[in-house]
Structures are given as structure tokens and as C-alpha cells.
């Protein structure tokens, strides 16, 4: 990572330099805000340390340029004059963090750590971002070990269109997605049918499956053809198999190793070359232990099965797909580029996701409607995702830095208002746990 020292004072610029460079910073140094400002649009620091005094102008007047877009750096401001309401405004206009001097070094060490995390999320965005991944072209979305695994095997069973698909998974986990991509790159021309077995009765999805004749039950008042039918030259996908009686699982079978079947009430046999695509979310093995799923139909379809992976056990996809569904969802609504704090991210990548891909979309889509801003903040996430985060504290301020911690608690109130003294939005906002948040609040009251 880069960072940029703006200080009059060369004994700062060195101390600083020598300090950053063991944490393997590239460092560049700037005496004045006029060639600060030229270094920072020619190296793009990750982080500036900004002198509040310059000789030629306010460090304050860097903010905007040095957090613009354009360069998009965390700024530290230093001053070795602490003045309240201009320390407030300097952190109300982008600043990160505000230390008097001389620096405490192990206290910018732990700031530091919390920037450079926020920094790294900021890049792994921008990576995917890049990469313009998309599910509508056949792909499934994420870099971990799990889905590159199964974006193999969908390559491969692509490629062998006869073989039946088994894709197993928690609900919202992306197995529909998984169907419809290898559907797309197998190259059929006819189309994908989906069929979701849990909402129907045993008669309705015989007759869903397979169509019925005319006068074959009261209401055929005439012939219907069945899914199997339709999805000639393409494949049929059966969500939730699991829950499919047993009786139409026997015909099922039929259907896989005969390749023909019968409308309801009919006495021909109709050939069929529809590809069977399944998905479930229970143990179909254990069900066939108990009898609650027919052995047979298991090992007919038990060919190459695909586990997709619960969005908890895939890492950083979560960042990928949160990206994803902030453009995605952002360009739907109108709403141009949106993105997404580091913050927030945070916490997205903190959360334990039940719901999993399911759930990440609907919490995308949910800030995106809250958001007025830029970027979604942690204020646009649910408050129990908030909670679930527990962020590093900072640390506890010594009598050197009274003044600074004056600045804190304006700061504190500041946030505590635009958060309607709510502590656990505030705390997140902050940067710190909320029961460091509450001790503060404490503290001040004992005072």
C-alpha cells in the first residue's frame, strides 16, 4: 500500500516515513499543500497524514480533492493545535481520524489496522468489479475453492447433455442458478422448464408432468400437454424432489430409462429427450434409508451430484455478490452507481447468512431503497446484522490527549443524532463496539 506524509516539519515526514515504511508502506513526503496535492494525484495513496497548518494554505482544503473518487484516500489529520469545532468539521468533511501532536505511534498502529482492512475490502471490490461478472451468461458469481469446483462440473456436464443432474444445497443457496447455467451452455434449442414439486398434489403435478387427454378426469375438457412435452430439445428442472410422491417417482424412473412416457388417461407412448435436472435441500440419502425416496430413482440420478456450498462457508464471495447486487439491483432502480462502504461490508462478511445468496440480495436491495448516499452505510443494513458485528474498540484516550477526547464527544453526539440515539447504529458508524460506546457515554456523564 502507498501513503503520503503532507507536513511542514521534516522531523514528522522522517518519523513517519521510517514508522510506515516497516509496515511496508511505499511512502512519498510533501512539505507544503500545493506539492502534497501534486503527489497525491501522482502516486494515489491509500492514506494521508495531513498537517492541519501549511504553509501555503489550510490542510483542510485537501480533504475534498485527497477523499474525491479520484483518489480515494483515508486521511489522518495531525495538528498541533487542537481547535474543537474545527476538528468536528474536518471529520464531518472526510477526515478518518484526528491526532494531536506528537503522535502516540501506538495508537496510529491501531487505526491503522482498522484503515487498512477497510482499504483491503475497497480493493477486492474494485477486482470483481472489473471482472463484470454476471449469471446471465452461463456463469455462477465467486472465486472461492467451492465454486470454481462447481463451475468445472458444469463445464463438464454441459458437455454431456444425457446425463442426469442432482443439485444439492440449503434453500437459497443458488441451485436454481446452477441448473439454469449449465441449461444455457449446453447449447439446447429448446427451453427450461421448471417445475417445483412441494406446490402441487399428487394428481396436478402427474398431469403438470406428463399432460392428460381429453375426458381422462372431469375437467379435461381437452388434451394438455405435460412439461416433458415441452421441454423437448431442453431440459425439465425439478425443484424440491424430494417432496414428490413416491407413486409418481416410479413413473419418473420410467421416464429416465425409457426415454418415453403417457399422458394421463392415454395409451400411446410419447418419446421424450428432455434433459432431468433436480434440486433438493434435504438429505435425499437419508431419505431413501427410511424409504421416504425410492433407491432406485436416487441411483439413476446420482450420477456426478453438485453440492452448492452455504454463502457462510464461501469467504469473500460474499463481496463479490453484494457488488454484484448493488450495480445490479442500483442500475434497476434508477439509481446510477451504488456501492458499498467498507463499513458495511464488514458486516455483510461478519453475518452468518441462514438465508444465504437468497438473503444477501434482499438485504442489497432493502439498503438500496433506504439509501439516499453514494454508497450503502451501515445505517441501511438490518439492525441485528449491525449487532452481530463487533467491531475493534479504540483506545482509551491518557491525559496527553484531553483536548482530543473534547473533540470525541462532539464527534459521539454528532453521530448519536443522525442515528436517533440509537447506540448500536451509532457504535457501527463510530467504528467501535457498542459497549465501548456505552462506556464512553458513561464516562462523560461521571465527569
Known amino acids: 500500500m502507498r501513503a503520503l506524509v503532507i507536513d511542514d516539519e521534516s522531523g514528522i515526514r522522517l518519523a513517519l516515513t521510517h514508522f510506515l515504511s516497516g509496515r511496508g508502506y511505499e511512502v512519498f513526503q510533501a512539505g507544503t499543500g500545493k506539492e502534497g496535492l501534486a503527489a497525491a494525484q501522482s502516486a494515489l495513496p491509500d492514506i494521508v497524514f495531513l498537517d492541519q497548518r501549511l504553509p501555503d494554505m489550510d490542510g483542510e482544503s485537501l480533504l475534498h480533492p485527497l477523499t474525491a473518487p479520484e483518489i480515494g ?30 503522535l502516540d505511534l501506538a495508537q496510529v498502529a491501531d487505526i491503522l489496522a482498522g484503515m487498512e482492512e477497510r482499504l483491503r475490502l475497497k480493493r477486492e471490490v474494485e477486482h470483481f468489479r472489473k471482472l463484470n461478472c454476471s449469471p446471465d451468461d452461463g456463469t455462477i458469481i465467486g472465486e472461492s475453492p467451492q465454486i470454481i469446483a462447481i463451475q468445472r462440473l458444469i463445464s463438464l456436464l454441459a458437455k454431456n447433455s444425457a446425463t442426469p443432474v442432482l443439485i444439492l444445497g440449503e434453500s437459497g443457496s443458488g441451485k436454481e442458478l446452477v441448473a439454469r447455467s449449465i441449461h444455457a451452455l449446453s447449447g439446447f434449442t429448446g427451453p427450461l422448464v421448471e417445475i417445483n414439486c412441494a406446490s402441487l398434489s399428487e394428481s396436478l403435478l402427474e398431469s403438470e408432468l406428463f399432460g392428460h387427454e381429453k375426458g381422462a378426469f372431469t375437467d379435461a375438457r381437452e388434451t394438455k400437454r405435460g412439461l416433458f412435452e415441452i421441454a423437448a430439445a431442453g431440459t425439465i428442472f425439478f425443484d424440491e424432489l424430494a417432496e414428490m410422491p413416491l407413486s409418481i417417482q416410479a413413473k419418473l424412473l420410467k421416464v429416465l430409462d425409457t426415454g418415453k412416457f403417457r399422458r394421463v388417461g392415454g395409451i400411446a407412448d410419447i418419446k421424450s429427450n428432455a434433459r432431468f435436472m433436480a434440486a433438493t435441500n434435504r438429505d435425499i440419502a437419508a431419505m431413501v434409508r427410511k424409504g421416504a425416496f425410492r433407491e432406485d430413482l436416487y441411483y439413476r440420478i446420482n450420477v456426478l451430484p453438485i453440492t452448492v456450498p452455504p454463502l457462510r462457508e464461501r469467504g469473500r464471495d460474499v463481496v463479490i455478490l453484494a457488488d454484484y447486487f448493488a450495480r445490479s439491483i442500483g442500475s434497476t432502480m434508477g439509481k446510477g452507481k451504488i456501492g458499498i462502504s467498507p463499513e458495511a461490508m464488514a458486516i455483510l462478511l461478519d ?64 453521530v448519536l443524532q443522525i442515528t436517533g440515539n440509537n447506540h448500536s447504529r451509532a457504535a457501527a458508524t463510530l467504528g467501535i463496539s457498542r459497549s465501548t460506546l456505552l462506556a464512553k457515554l458513561k464516562k462523560k456523564m461521571q465527569v
Open 73 to 102: 484516500a483515508g486521511v489522518i489529520m495531525m495538528t498541533a493545535y487542537v481547535e474543537l469545532d474545527k476538528a468536528v468539521q474536518a471529520m464531518k468533511n472526510g477526515a478518518t481520524y484526528f491526532f494531536p501532536k506528537p
Open 351 to 414: 453475518y452468518g447468512w441462514p438465508g444465504n445468496v437468497r438473503e444477501l440480495k434482499n438485504i442489497i436491495e432493502r439498503a438500496l431503497i433506504l439509501t439516499a448516499d453514494r454508497d450503502v452505510l451501515p445505517d441501511h443494513l438490518p439492525l441485528e446484522m449491525i449487532q452481530s458485528k463487533a467491531a475493534p474498540s479504540v483506545p482509551a484516550a491518557t491525559e496527553r490527549l484531553r483536548a482530543l477526547c473534547e473533540v470525541e464527544d462532539e464527534y459521539i453526539a454528532h
